[in-house]
Structures are given as structure tokens and as C-alpha cells.
């Protein structure tokens, strides 16, 4: 499980070819699940992942990591057959889940967001901006700046019963 760029980590950390690369031989996790993933780099293979559900939880209405690019790994992932489900919360900002924030969103100035890049793995471990086909750096023009952050309290609500729900399904608990 992980939150923002941990959720990045946890949802291509389902993908066959990191897990030949980096994960013990014979041990996998159970499920991967994520809170606000960035989803708008296309990896190489990025199709082939674990047979162990995915799951992504995303706000509509986050702008610092927007919702859309999953929208659109996910109907992939269903298109090649894989247990993945993509859940949305209506106007949850990035981190709703966080209740030491305001409900009221707070912007950011200075703070970067990839929200209007595409990017791409040309060859393994090169990523690239899809527009411009040069190597990606936070210099590039689709990078900008002032996202919001806020706490929904029902988004956060639903999410936990979401989750829990589904680790007991998952681990066949009471």
C-alpha cells in the first residue's frame, strides 16, 4: 500500500518485469493498493503485471496528481485481463485522506506537479516526455506549479470501509 509517490511505487511494483528484477524468488505480495498514484508514465510492459488485484484510490478532484492517466492504465490492465479496479472519490483533492488538514483546499504555489506530462520509458530506465522526446526533467514546460491539498472527511470514510472490506475479502478475515 502506499500514498502519492509511495503509490507509485506500490502499483509498478505489480509489474512482472520489476518484480524478476528486484523481488525475492518465490514471494509476492497479495494485493497492491494505492491512494492518488501518479499513473502518466508509460512503462515498458507496463501491461504485464502481477495476477493479484490492484487497487487505486483516486480523488476527481485532485490536481496535483490527477485521475485521468489512471483511467486510462486501467482499462489497459482490464483489456489484458487483470484483476484491477480503479475506485473515484467525488471532489477529494490529493491527500483527502488526511485529517490533520483543512476541508477547505489549500493551494501550494511553489510546489511542482507532472499534471500535464505524459511520459514515457523509451528503454529501460530512460523516461521520457512523450511531447518533446527528451529525456524528462522537472524543467520541461508540462511541469507547473500550485496544486491543492485537502481533507474529505467522506472520501476518507469510504476509502477506509473500501479498504478494509477488501483486506478481509483478500485474507479471508472476519
Known amino acids: ?25 518465490g514471494l509476492s505480495f497479495a494485493a497492491y493498493l494505492t491512494f492518488y498514484a501518479p499513473c502518466n508514465t508509460r512503462y ?39 484483476d484491477v479496479l480503479l475506485t473515484e472519490y467525488l471532489e477529494a483533492h490529493h491527500v483527502f485522506d488526511n485529517p490533520l488538514l483543512k476541508e477547505t483546499p489549500v493551494t501550494f504555489p511553489t510546489w511542482q506537479t507532472t499534471r500535464h506530462c505524459t511520459l514515457k520509458e523509451e528503454s529501460p530506465g530512460r523516461i521520457i516526455n512523450a511531447e518533446t522526446k527528451q529525456p524528462f526533467t522537472y524543467t520541461d514546460p508540462c511541469v507547473d506549479y500550485g496544486p491543492h491539498i485537502a481533507y474529505n472527511r467522506v472520501a476518507l470514510n469510504a476509502a477506509t470501509q473500501e479498504v478494509k472490506d477488501f483486506l478481509r475479502a483478500t485474507f479471508s478475515l472476519k
Do not use: W
Open 1 to 25: 500500500m502506499g500514498f502519492s509517490r509511495g503509490a507509485q511505487v506500490a502499483l509498478y511494483a505489480s509489474l512482472a518485469r520489476f518484480q524478476k528484477m528486484y523481488a525475492p524468488e
Open 44 to 82: 515498458l510492459d507496463d501491461e504485464a503485471v502481477s495476477n493479484k488485484p490492484i487497487r487505486l484510490f483516486h480523488g476527481t478532484a485532485d490536481d496535483y496528481i490527477p485521475v485521468a492517466p489512471c483511467r486510462v492504465y486501467v482499462e489497459r490492465l482490464h483489456k489484458a485481463g487483470k
